[in-house]
Nanobody, 127 residues
Framework: QVQLVESGGGLVQAGGSLRLSCAAS????????MGWFRQAPGKEREFVAG????????LYADSVKGRFTISRDNAKNTVYLQMNSLKPEDTAVYYC????????????????????WGQGTQVTVSS
């Protein structure tokens, strides 16, 4: 069982920045690929960014490439999402998720490929 707790969301003006954190329980966190997803009202949950278990491979949605950065600190069992140059269309509830296939070489984009989810944190970007 993996428990994930997101934090760092809030209200920010367009062009501003936020850093989301996702704290994970469990000694095996470091063997899992992790992902960030978001869900806006009336829309499906979508992939934002993913990171391999080593942190050496990252993957981004086209809509956030160049503005968002995913990273992880395995010593702290935490994954981060640094969000810069925020836009109103980034407004959503942001979720972190764990893909518990250990030492996987792949970063998956589909929600169905992730086994554990946090409760989400709201990000609101005003224009």
């Amino acid at each position: 069982q993996v428990q994930l707790v997101e934090s760092g969301g809030g209200l920010v003006q367009a062009g501003g920045s936020l850093r989301l954190s996702c704290a994970a329980s469990g000694r095996t966190f470091r063997s899992y690929a992790m992902g960030w997803f978001r869900q806006a009202p009336g829309k499906e949950r979508e992939f934002v960014a993913g990171i391999s278990w080593t942190g050496g491979i990252t993957l981004y949605a086209d809509s956030v490439k160049g503005r968002f950065t995913i990273s992880r600190d395995n010593a702290k069992n935490t994954v981060y999402l640094q969000m810069n140059s925020l836009k109103p269309e980034d407004t959503a509830v942001y979720y972190c998720a764990a893909d518990v296939r250990p030492y996987s070489a792949y970063i998956r984009r589909n929600t169905g490929d992730y086994d554990f989810w946090g409760q989400g944190t709201q990000v609101t970007v005003s224009s």
